[in-house]
């Protein structure tokens, strides 16, 4: 009786310890998902972060291959236009050596403006993913059309991407 019950005991850690490895292993079968994506998209946005940017990163990605990166760089430029999607848009089609990115997914930690979701619109881009809603000036509530092809997914480590946005403001407030 004793014997079973160990038995038993021991085949329901198997399985736990089973389970663990399986599910890991098809995490580690599929490296290229948004998350993995949508974190080196942070990762730009903590290198705007660290120069003092609004910390929004972007990626773009075709064939799962990162063909551009960049963050917002507004203030280094002094250009309101220099939102990391535009940025990266323009790093695309350099790489792909033509302007549309009919293919390729964007990844940005936070919600287009009207502003890049229209420069979307003339990329003809695939997909958007994007982690962090905007209250403000987003493109979902203010109705901007994407294009037709474009399919957008939002939230993916939208925990994430908000929490640096806030660090920063909250930081540059204490400053002043
Ligand atoms: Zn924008």
């Known amino acids: 009786m004793f014997v079973k019950r160990t038995v038993n005991k021991y085949k329901f850690i198997a399985n736990i310890l089973l389970n663990f490895v399986i599910n890991n292993q098809s995490h580690m079968i599929q490296p290229f998902d948004d998350i993995y994506f949508m974190k080196k998209a942070l990762q730009e946005a903590e290198t705007a972060f660290d120069k003092g940017e609004v910390p929004v990163g ?84 203010l109705k901007t059309t994407l294009h037709p092809k474009t399919k957008y997914v939002a939230g993916i480590l939208e925990n994430e991407c908000s929490q640096l946005l806030k660090r920063f403001f909250a930081e540059k407030r204490n400053l002043n």
């Open 58 to 141: 972007a990626v773009v990605v075709f064939k799962d291959q990162i063909i551009a990166r960049a963050h917002n760089l507004t203030e280094t430029l002094n250009d309101v236009t220099a939102h990391a999607e535009m940025q990266a848009f323009t790093a695309a089609a350099d790489f792909l050596g033509g302007k549309y990115l009919k293919n390729c997914v964007l990844y940005v930690t936070l919600e287009p403006c009207q502003m890049c979701a229209g420069a979307s619109y003339w990329t003809q881009i695939g997909k958007i993913v994007y982690g962090a809603s905007e209250p403000e000036r987003d493109f979902v509530n």
